[in-house]
């Protein structure tokens, strides 16, 4: 069946480094991926997203990667912060129209001072 | 999200009883959802409506209903509650463009005994 995953459940980095975060997805008829952000207490929080029209989309400090060829998004975090710390999930739709978003199992992101 | 507000935050409850989980939004969305979280399970959906006239299953709606009072207002009920409903769920909206974001709000932690 299809399925969302995350490559590794926690990621360590140094403040002030980039992060990636990386994620594969099994359905080739996906058009559109999210990026959300879970810190402890809170409901995930909305990143970036991107269509299945493109291959890179930046935000703020953020930068999505899609890469369709072998099914792959992985999430950059510039000049990460100590406030980036937190769970980081992937989410595919390929029902279109009907928010019914499949949710990768989640990467730790953790910042060292 | 302050837009989307789920009460209550926390409840534990013994196997059996009836409970139920208030999610409203200020958002002016007409979609929302209703997902749960379980550790290594990532977040898994199992209602959504579309509308004040509109029910439709998720992937896991075994054991649950859920009654859309208005359009800013889902409520999810657990007609009688067991163990393996302990999980930590989320209501989410979006509005009703093709490839519109899901909005969490902060959750509720339910605990069966």
């Known amino acids: 069946g299809e399925s969302v995953g995350l490559h590794l459940p926690t990621l360590s980095v140094q403040e002030g480094d980039n992060s990636i975060i990386n994620c594969a997805y099994s359905?080739?008829?996906?058009?559109?991926f999210i990026w959300y952000k879970q810190e402890s207490g809170k409901g995930p929080q909305f990143i970036i997203d991107?269509?299945?029209?493109?291959d890179k989309r930046q935000g703020q400090r953020v930068t999505v990667l899609l890469n369709k060829t072998v099914k792959h998004l992985s999430l950059q975090i510039a000049a990460t912060q100590p406030g980036d710390s937190a769970v980081y999930f992937c989410?595919?739709?390929?029902?279109?129209?009907?928010?019914?978003?499949?949710f990768g199992q989640g990467t730790t992101l953790q910042v060292k001072p | 999200d302050a837009d989307v507000t789920q009460t209550p935050r926390n409840r534990i409850t013994k196997t059996g009883k009836r409970i139920m989980l208030e999610c409203s939004q200020t958002?002016?969305?007409?979609?929302m959802y209703w997902y749960r979280q379980d550790p290594g399970l990532g977040l898994r959906l199992i209602y959504y409506?579309?509308?004040?006239?509109?029910?439709n299953k998720g992937e896991i709606s075994d054991g649950y209903s859920v009654s859309r009072q208005a359009q800013a207002k889902f409520s999810l009920s657990l007609e009688s509650a067991i163990p393996n409903q302990t999980a930590l769920y989320f209501c989410?909206?979006?509005?009703?463009?093709?490839?519109?974001?899901?909005?969490f709000g902060n959750g509720t932690r339910l605990t069966v005994t």
């Open positions: 989410a909206t979006s509005a009703g463009q093709r490839n519109s974001p899901l909005h």
């Open positions: 359905n080739s008829a996906s058009d559109y």
């Open positions: 991107i269509r299945s029209n493109m």
């Open positions: 989410a595919e739709t390929f029902s279109s129209n009907t928010g019914k978003l499949i």
């Open positions: 958002k002016g969305h007409d979609r």
């Open positions: 409506s579309f509308d004040v006239k509109d029910i």
